[in-house]
């Protein structure tokens, strides 16, 4: 008896481990990301069947363009995604599921066609919607979501998605909204119990659970959230965090993570970072990893391992010294192009993070926070492990990738 309580045990243990490929899109997915695309449908298996979910999509009743070109509902995305997937040659079938349609996530319809699927990806979205369609109101899942679960745990099925279908996938807590700035300022809210429209907010029971390794955020270099995913996984003790740009995918299969598309991903490690223990609150020695396109991680070992064709930088700097210093190294919302409909200053924690990095003599560098009201700074610093690589037959800057840089976030007086 006792022999065979410890291969149940085991078996819990190396059941979830043995489960299926993730492809986890920060947003932003373009019709012409072939390897994105492509890996999804190579992961799906030799005759691959694509489940497509758009219920974070608002439904066709709340949509004044539906039915016309200009669409944007659920079965218009639905229908987006499928043609997308023929192009690539891969057949697909949508899931008629949305806040309209709740009652389809246990029809045996719906199940029949998720029997078939060889693979499910998650549009974008609102990620609150999802939940709302696939969890019912006592917590508990739906047929639909657990019969996806499953097809994930024991067949291997893919699971991909982008912007709302990737934050969805978290386990623990999944983030729900915020800004940078809020989440310094004012740390971590329950959903419901934010004060203002940009608090940091999240839900305490997590997304659908495909992601373990930590909490992770979408849309990420594009609208400057590595603060308040920094602010999150602090608040709710998770070691590490995940961030995803747009039109880039984070690759995961047995604990071992890779990068495709046109941005990349940040990976902070926060298990020896030290707060202080006085307020306002600030943290120190966070450890900040950038993977792009071709980089892998380990998450066992902590492992970074540069993509093929990948120096090292150090040797190879464009500057001796370099401007390394931001009023705005959030891409503030409250910093706001009307006029071009778009955030002033994108992506600026990857600027000043990559020319810090590609300059011989620059061993620090600064960066603030928009609002200058309790004002927070972020300070970077390069550490004897710290290293960067960069593509030699591009020499972009937009393609430095690095890891062990480390930062540290205080108020500003």
């Known amino acids: 008896m006792k022999q065979y309580l410890i291969i149940l045990f085991l078996l819990f243990i190396i059941v979830p481990l043995c489960a299926g490929p993730l492809v986890l899109v920060g947003g932003g997915l373009k019709d012409d990301n072939s390897n994105v695309y492509n890996l999804i449908i190579k992961s ?135 800004e940078s700035y809020n989440a310094l300022v004012k740390g971590a809210f329950l959903d419901g119990q934010e004060e203002e429209r940009y608090d940091l907010t999240y839900n305490s029971s997590g997304g659908f659970g495909f992601f373990d390794p930590g909490v992770i955020d979408t849309h990420f270099s594009a609208r400057g959230r590595q603060g308040r995913i920094i602010r999150l996984a602090w608040d709710t003790q998770h070691k590490f965090a995940f961030g995803v740009d747009e039109n880039t995918a984070l690759y ?82 409250n910093n706001y192009d009307e006029q071009n409909h778009c955030r002033r200053d994108p992506r600026e924690f990857v600027k000043v993070t990559r020319a810090f990095l590609n300059s011989r003599y620059t061993y620090s560098a600064v960066g603030l926070t928009y609002e200058k009201k309790n004002r927070f700074g972020i300070r970077m610093r390069k550490e004897n492990g710290t290293k960067a690589f960069f593509n030699k037959s591009t020499s972009k800057i937009r393609d430095i990738s690095y890891h062990d840089l480390f930062i540290d976030i205080i108020p500003v007086k």
């Open 252 to 333: 995961v299969n047995q604990g071992k993570m890779k990068v495709l598309g046109e941005n990349g991903v940040f990976i902070f490690d926060l298990s020896k970072a030290i707060p202080s223990d006085k307020k306002p609150w600030c943290l120190y020695n966070v450890n900040v990893n950038y993977l792009t396109s071709g980089d892998r991680f380990i998450m066992s070992s902590g492992k970074f391992i540069p993509g093929k064709g990948k120096i090292p930088i150090t040797g190879n700097e464009q500057y001796d010294y370099y401007k390394t210093y931001s009023n705005n190294i959030f891409t503030s919302v």
């Open 44 to 178: 799906a298996g030799k005759n691959p069947v694509i489940g497509i979910i758009t219920a974070a999509s608002r439904p066709e009743s709340m949509d004044s363009n539906a039915g016309t070109d200009n669409a944007n509902n659920s079965k218009a995305n639905g229908e987006y995604y499928r043609k997308n997937f023929k192009k690539y040659g891969a057949r697909s079938i949508w899931l008629p599921i949305d806040i309209d349609n709740i009652s389809e996530n246990s029809t045996p319809q719906t199940l029949s066609i998720i029997n078939k699927c060889t693979g499910f990806f998650f549009g974008g979205g609102n990620q609150s919607r999802l939940l709302k369609c696939f969890r019912h109101k006592n917590g508990q899942n739906s047929k639909a979501l657990e019969a996806i679960l499953e097809k994930h745990r024991t067949d291997n099925a893919v699971i991909a998605g982008t912007s709302a279908g990737t934050a969805i996938s978290g386990k623990r807590v999944m983030i729900s909204g915020g």
